[in-house]
């Protein structure tokens, strides 16, 4: 590592409270899904550091569109969601696969679990993928989702977002997170949101509102950067 490199920072760990703890009592399925035996520590190597990798040049065309993957156009407000991946040190990350996905413009999931009475959208498999560019930037065009219920407690209601995928070249590149819309009101409901302890943290998971990528009468535009690692990493999303 180049020490002269006025961008190469000391790494700094998250703080703690940073990412949402694995038990949240509040988002009841957390019970039945952490560990219950203390980790074990295993140190990285080679294995960890270089792969697995995923399987490059199997994108599609219209893998980043997802308003273009079917014979016509699904209902719903379009949307540009555009960022970047960068590491600790705010250095873009080249030639990582993020990832999406979402319920469609009613608040439901193309899959055969999701029974919400909204209507499936047979334009709209709410899947996406691309590969960041030399400058860690992606970009995707979709349908902004709908809120939609959950039994999680009374009148629970998910706030609009979308699933975020992130794999690079090694597991040190991994990471799994959702996007939510700035001014939503539903988030401070919401306990997978409020399980992150801290307001920065929690604020690192919505988008801001872009006018400068927004296209004007087609689509409106919202910025999500995802930071890997360190003392400004995005967290996780449970």
Same mark, same amino acid.
């Given at each position: 590592?180049?020490?002269?490199?006025?961008?190469?920072?000391?790494?700094?760990?998250?703080?703690?409270?940073?990412?949402?703890?694995?038990? #949240?009592?509040?988002?009841?399925?957390? &019970?039945?899904?952490?560990?219950?035996?203390?980790?074990?520590?295993?140190?990285?190597? /080679?294995?960890?550091? @270089?792969?697995?990798?995923?399987?490059?040049?199997?994108?599609?065309?219209? *893998? +980043? *569109? /997802?308003?273009?993957?079917?014979? &016509?156009?699904?209902?719903?407000?379009?949307?540009?969601?555009?960022?970047?991946?960068?590491?600790?040190?705010?250095?873009?990350?080249?030639? @990582?696969?993020?990832?999406? $996905?979402? #319920?469609?413009?009613?608040?439901?999931?193309? +899959?055969?679990?999701?029974? +919400?009475? &909204?209507?499936?959208?047979?334009?709209?498999?709410? #899947?996406?993928?691309?590969?960041?560019?030399?400058?860690?930037? =992606?970009?995707?065009?979709?349908?902004?989702?709908? #809120?939609?219920? $959950?039994?999680?407690?009374?009148? &629970? $209601?998910?706030?609009? +977002?979308?699933?975020?995928?992130?794999?690079?070249?090694?597991?040190?590149?991994?990471?799994?997170?959702?996007?939510? =819309?700035?001014?939503?009101?539903?988030?401070? =409901? *919401?306990?997978? =949101?409020?399980?992150?302890? @801290?307001?920065?943290?929690?604020?690192?998971?919505?988008?801001?509102?872009? /006018?400068?990528?927004?296209?004007?009468? $087609?689509?409106?535009?919202?910025?999500?950067?995802?930071?890997?690692?360190?003392?400004?990493?995005?967290?996780?999303?449970?």
């Amino acid at each position: 590592m180049n020490r002269t490199d006025p961008k190469i920072r000391p790494y700094r760990h998250p703080p703690e409270g940073h990412d949402p703890p694995n038990d #949240a009592p509040g988002y009841r399925s957390t &019970a039945l899904r952490h560990p219950t035996q203390p980790l074990v520590i295993i140190p990285q190597t /080679l294995s960890e550091i @270089t792969g697995p990798v995923y399987g490059y040049g199997r994108l599609g065309p219209m *893998d +980043h *569109d /997802l308003t273009r993957q079917h014979v &016509a156009e699904p209902l719903g407000e379009r949307i540009i969601i555009e960022g970047r991946v960068l590491d600790e040190d705010e250095r873009p990350v080249p030639e @990582t696969l993020v990832e999406i $996905w979402q #319920a469609n413009a009613g608040g439901r999931y193309a +899959h055969p679990q999701d029974v +919400h009475d &909204a209507p499936l959208d047979p334009n709209f498999t709410g #899947a996406g993928r691309v590969e960041t560019d030399t400058e860690g930037c =992606f970009r995707f065009v979709t349908i902004k989702p709908g #809120a939609y219920p $959950w039994k999680n407690h009374h009148n &629970a $209601w998910r706030p609009p +977002h979308v699933h975020f995928s992130v794999f690079g070249r090694s597991f040190l590149t991994r990471l799994i997170t959702q996007m939510y =819309f700035p001014g939503d009101p539903l988030l401070r =409901f *919401d306990p997978i =949101f409020t399980s992150i302890p @801290t307001e920065r943290a929690r604020q690192a998971l919505v988008s801001s509102f872009e /006018l400068d990528l927004t296209q004007p009468g $087609w689509a409106l535009g919202y910025r999500f950067d995802i930071v890997l690692r360190g003392r400004d990493a995005t967290p996780m999303g449970l």
